[in-house]
């Protein structure tokens, strides 16, 4: 019998699939190699130690993280649309949300950071021109509305509150509009 091929991607693959189903504390060498039917080799070929697969397992979340966010966002509501898809993120791939967003992130000391790491400076300035404020305003809209829909969203994904889609959509557009009116 020939000898079966594993390939890195496949490792990848399968241990973002056991984080969105578990958690990432359930991912190990191990646990990935029993998933996939193989042993632990094949792992520590491709990944140096646990820590580099889990580094990788992060980007490769962050990807999907970023694909579902931008596969929702809507041309004529930008802002709003990328606020009720961090919910819907934080509802539907709670595992993943906990992941990427309960934990310390090295290097984010000011709402200003978090605006640089997760703010979308070409969403900012479509927007600014749409509602004919500056770049200033609008990214200060944006960081707001960060923080207010990670508030709405942490309580989803840690269970504290099951508020329906329908009723955090119209918070958020709640408070998207008096972001932009003050």
């Not at 973002?16 to 520590?44: H, W």
């Not at 934080?90 to 000391?109: C, I, P, Q, S, V």
């Not at 770049?135 to 923080?147: F, G, N, R």
Request: hydrophobic share 40%.
């Amino acid at each position: 019998m020939p000898k079966q091929i594993i390939y890195k991607d496949e490792i990848l693959k399968t241990a973002l699939q056991m984080t969105r189903e578990n958690g990432f504390d359930c991912v190990n060498a191990r646990s990935v190699a029993k998933r996939m039917g193989y042993s632990v080799q094949p792992i520590y070929s491709y990944f140096k130690n646990m820590e580099t697969l889990r580094q990788e397992v992060y980007g490769a979340a962050m990807q999907f993280y970023n694909e579902f966010i931008y596969s929702r966002v809507e041309s004529e509501r930008i802002l709003e649309s990328m606020a009720k898809a961090n919910v819907a993120f934080a509802k539907y791939e709670t595992n993943l949300f906990k992941l990427l967003f309960f934990r310390k992130l090295n290097g984010l000391n000011s709402f200003n950071d978090i605006y640089e790491w997760m703010g979308d400076k070409q969403a900012t300035s479509q927007l600014a021109q749409k509602l004919s404020l500056s770049e200033e305003k609008i990214k200060d809209v944006y960081i707001m509305l960060i923080v207010f829909t990670h508030g709405v969203a942490t309580m989803i994904a840690t269970g504290g509150a099951n508020i329906s889609d329908e009723e955090s959509a119209a918070i958020l557009e709640k408070a998207y509009r008096a972001f932009i009116k003050s």
